[in-house]
């Protein structure tokens, strides 16, 4: 079975860092995608950043400039480091991987690929205060 770990969200004051990470177990294709979603209360599910297994990015304009996302092909784990955090940064973030033929749209410029795609971490808490 496919899982994903994350680790690291917790309570940050406005203008500070948190870094977050995503260890995938399980999937053993190449070419795919990782990202991360957030959802806070009331709202739908968004998309934050996304990267594929050769490090082409596409981020959300509300977090370009503040937030960078990597990957580790090797240990097929996922960061997310998130800078200069405003309050409208609360909300649950979730690791997501998906087939490469599911991100390309997104990595290409377009909307960020449906959550009902792929699979999805548990969540992790981030709260900006």
């Known amino acids: 079975d496919v899982q994903l770990v994350e680790s690291g969200g917790g309570s940050v004051q406005a203008g500070g860092s948190l870094a977050l990470s995503c260890a995938a177990t399980?999937?053993?294709?190449?070419?795919?995608?990782m990202g991360w979603f957030r959802q806070a209360p009331g709202k739908e599910r968004e998309g934050v950043a996304g990267?594929?297994?050769?490090?082409?990015?596409r981020y959300a304009d509300s977090v370009k400039g503040r937030f960078t996302i990597s990957i580790d092909d090797a240990k097929n784990t996922v960061y997310l480091q998130m800078n200069r955090v405003t309050p409208e940064d609360t909300a649950m973030y979730y690791c997501a991987l998906v087939s490469r033929g599911i991100c390309i749209g997104t990595l290409e410029g377009g909307p960020f690929w449906s959550p009902e795609f792929g699979y999805w971490g548990q969540g992790t808490q981030v709260t900006v205060s």
């Open positions: 399980g999937y053993h294709y190449n070419n795919y995608c």
């Open positions: 990267i594929d297994s050769d490090g082409m990015t």
